[in-house]
C-alpha cells in the first residue's frame, strides 16, 4: 500500500499519515525526517543534500527524489509506506513515478485532505506554543487551563510567526500554485481519493479507512 498525502499547509495531512501509519503497520516517511536521518548519519546524500541547505537554497527536486527512493527502499517499507510532503510539485511526481516505474511499481493512492483556505487560516491563527517547553495549544479545539499560560511548565504561550495569517496567505498562494497541479496529475493517474478535512479528525480517518479498504 502505497501511499501520498496532498492537502495545503494546516488542512491535516500529517496527523492522518500517522494515523494510517499506526493502523496499518507501515513508516510514515516525512522529507524533513528523511533529510534529518541523513544529515545526522553523513551519507553521501545527505552531505549532498548539506551543501544546498548551508547556502539556504533548495534541494533540487532529483536529489530530493533520490533521498526519498533510499528511504522507500528500506525493509520497513516493504509492504508500503505513507508519503508525506513529497511530492510537491509536478517535477518531483514526475521523478517519483519513473523511479517506481524502474522498480516496477506504482502509487497507490493519493489522498488529498481538502480544507477551504478560510478554515486553514482561522484553523492556524488558533494555535499557540509555549515560549519556553515548546508545546502547543489550540484555543478553541486545545485550549490551555488558564489563558496564555503553558500547563506543562507555566510559561508565555505565543502566535508563532508561522502561524500569523499573512503568513499562512502566502503558504497557501505558494501551495495553489505548486502543489494544486498535482491534485490533476494524480486523478489523471486514476488514483486520486478527496476526502472532507473540516470533519473531526477521527471522522476523516474513517473516511481515508473507506477509501484504502474499499
Known amino acids: 500500500m502505497k501511499i501520498i498525502m496532498l492537502g495545503a499547509p494546516g488542512a491535516g495531512k500529517g496527523t492522518q499519515a500517522k494515523k494510517i ?62 508519503l508525506d510532503g513529497f511530492p510537491r510539485t509536478i517535477p518531483q511526481a514526475d521523478a517519483l513515478t519513473n523511479a517506481l516505474n524502474a522498480r516496477g511499481e506504482k502509487v497507490d493512492f493519493a489522498v488529498d485532505v481538502d480544507v477551504p483556505d478560510e478554515n486553514i487560516i482561522n484553523r492556524m491563527g488558533g494555535r499557540r506554543a509555549c515560549v519556553g517547553c515548546g508545546a502547543t495549544y489550540h484555543l478553541m479545539f486545545a485550549p490551555p487551563k488558564k489563558e496564555g499560560i503553558c500547563d506543562v511548565c507555566g510559561k508565555e504561550l505565543i502566535l508563532r510567526d508561522d502561524d500569523k495569517p499573512e503568513t499562512v496567505g502566502n503558504r497557501l498562494r505558494v501551495y495553489h500554485e505548486q502543489t494544486q497541479p498535482l491534485i490533476d496529475y494524480y486523478t489523471k493517474a486514476g488514483v486520486l481519493h478527496t476526502v472532507d478535512g473540516t470533519q473531526d479528525i477521527d471522522k476523516v480517518f474513517e473516511d481515508i479507512k473507506g477509501i484504502l479498504e474499499a
Open 21 to 82: 501509519a499506526e493502523a496499518y503497520g507501515i513508516p510514515h516517511i516525512s522529507t524533513g525526517d528523511i533529510f534529518r536521518a541523513n544529515l545526522k548519519e553523513g551519507t553521501e546524500l545527505g552531505l549532498k543534500a548539506k551543501t544546498y541547505m548551508d547556502k539556504g537554497e533548495l534541494v533540487p527536486d532529483e536529489l530530493t527524489c533520490d533521498l526519498v527512493v533510499d528511504r522507500i527502499s528500506k525493509d520497513d517499507a516493504k509492504n508500503g509506506y505513507v
